[in-house]
């Protein structure tokens, strides 16, 4: 689990800024653990720490969320790689969501765009979020 989120966050042991602009490190974290934000200041961490910060956010951060939907390994995979990267708060909100817990998984593919940063469309968002679908509905 997680492999979409490590193969398209990358990794990287000093903070940096997204194409949002904000403060991130590791593999896409915006807050350590204790819920403190990145700053550009922080040190590097390591890949273990990294690891960690990503399997407590899906942990407690996500998994809670979809608990109660009916999916496959690799719907979890690809739903936790698109929540993570935009967030509980936007997909909460979302058509996609909406339709995924309606069943109507018409209307979710057509939903499940998000290939924005910053206001700008971004290739790797293209190809993150193909991947994704493919990986969520190719089994249905």
């Not at 991130?24 to 350590?32: A, F, K, L």
């Not at 956010?57 to 993570?84: F, G, M």
């Not at 069943?103 to 939903?111: L, N, P």
Request: net charge positive.
């Amino acid at each position: 689990m997680n492999y979409l989120i490590k193969k398209y966050e990358g990794f990287s042991s000093k903070p940096y800024l997204c194409p949002a602009g904000v403060p991130t490190i590791g593999y896409g974290s915006t807050h350590y653990s204790d819920g403190t934000k990145v700053t550009m200041n922080d040190k590097p961490i390591t890949k273990e720490t990294a690891d960690a910060l990503l399997l407590n956010y899906v942990l407690n951060e996500i998994n809670p969320h979809i608990r109660d939907l009916t999916l496959t390994d690799n719907q979890k995979e690809a739903i936790t790689s698109l929540i993570y990267n935009i967030g509980w708060p936007a997909f909460s909100k979302s058509k996609c969501y909406k339709a995924i817990k309606a069943g109507d998984m018409c209307t979710a593919y057509v939903e499940w765009e998000w290939i924005k940063g910053g206001g700008k469309v971004l290739p790797g968002l293209i190809k993150r979020r193909a991947e994704e679908k493919y990986m969520f509905f190719c089994e249905i």
